[in-house]
């Protein structure tokens, strides 16, 4: 009897015939698709044609040797569309073993960007799924955190005005309780200014500033100086600035507190990170 074969469509390339079996072994997404949907073709054209055809040779072989840094992306992220669960492990815990050999600018910079990427185009997903995917994106930026990272955030964010929003966040969720990083960050750039521009707003709203008061005072009180000294700031925003200081001040006053207990990390948030492996 002969062989039960579906066609994969993939960019730029002559479309594959590839063994049913093969695919619906390991997968609910192609079970899904080829059992019940009743697919004879199923468009793989999104990826490129080397990472799909060696992610079709791992489904029939099941071995994985090596993962290439060039191949890591597409092939975590088919692995993770089409449900291939031990795949999907394999791929991780290669992303692991990166993180915790991540010591120079170009090994943290990959790292971080595999999570930026991660977080911010894997679209699809049910609620349930994303919510994993971000505490795994925070599990991954937690453990990195644990190491000095100050070289490559001061590094990556130069100059400041050109981060999207979603790049600060990340690079605090890196920082975790490094302070002082940050402040230098914001003091050379506002020192330029004479106004407070997306980014400089974003930082002062966001960022943990009792616990910047309280590690790094000095440096604290000289960006909020320098806000004071700026020519080209309303009168509200001036207002709000110095009682955003008073505030954050008064904070990292408070002793064997809850509060002060919680803030130990530079991004400001309530529900921080979900530290495990999922």
């Known amino acids: 009897m002969e062989a039960k074969t579906v066609v994969i469509k993939i960019k730029d390339n002559a479309p594959l015939c590839v063994n049913t079996a093969r695919l619906?072994?390991?997968?609910?997404?192609?079970?899904?698709?080829?059992?019940?949907?009743?697919?004879?073709?199923?468009?793989?054209?999104?990826?490129?044609?080397?990472?799909?055809?060696?992610?079709?040779?791992?489904?029939?072989?099941?071995?994985?040797?090596?993962?290439?840094?060039?191949?890591?992306?597409?092939?975590?992220?088919?692995?993770?569309?089409?449900?291939?669960?031990?795949l999907v492990e394999v791929c991780r815990q290669w992303f692991w073993k990166k993180i915790e050999d991540a010591t120079d600018y170009d090994s943290v910079l990959f790292v971080f960007d595999e999570c930026r990427y991660m977080k911010n185009t894997w679209f699809g997903l049910s609620a349930k799924s994303k919510r994993r995917l971000d505490n795994l994106v925070n599990s991954f930026l937690f453990t990195l955190s644990h190491k000095d990272n100050s070289h490559f955030i001061s590094r990556y964010v130069e100059p400041l005005e050109t981060m999207e929003t979603d790049?600060?966040?990340?690079?605090?969720?890196?920082?975790?309780?490094?302070?002082?990083?940050?402040?230098?960050?914001?003091?050379?750039?506002?020192?330029?200014?004479?106004?407070?521009?997306?980014?400089?707003?974003?930082?002062?709203?966001?960022?943990?500033?009792p616990l910047c008061c309280k590690k790094n005072m000095l440096l604290f009180y000289q960006v909020f100086q320098k806000i004071a000294d700026m020519t080209?700031?309303?009168?509200?925003?001036?207002?709000?600035?110095?009682?955003?200081?008073?505030q954050s001040s008064k904070e990292a006053m408070i002793q064997n507190t809850d509060q002060a207990k919680k803030s130990t990390t530079i991004l400001d948030i309530k529900d921080c990170y979900n530290h495990h492996r999922e």
Request: hydrophobic share 40%.
């Open 24 to 86: 619906t072994a390991d997968s609910s997404v192609f079970y899904y698709l080829i059992e019940e949907l009743k697919l004879s073709e199923i468009e793989m054209e999104d990826f490129t044609p080397e990472t799909v055809i060696l992610f079709l040779t791992l489904l029939e072989g099941r071995k994985v040797r090596d993962i290439e840094v060039s191949t890591f992306r597409e092939l975590h992220k088919l692995s993770a569309v089409f449900n291939v669960n031990w």
């Open 232 to 246: 080209d700031i309303s009168h509200e925003e001036t207002k709000q600035m110095f009682n955003l200081m008073l």
């Open 167 to 209: 790049q600060l966040n990340l690079l605090m969720r890196l920082g975790g309780c490094e302070t002082k990083v940050f402040l230098e960050i914001l003091l050379n750039h506002i020192t330029r200014k004479q106004s407070l521009d997306k980014n400089s707003k974003h930082l002062l709203h966001t960022l943990n500033l």
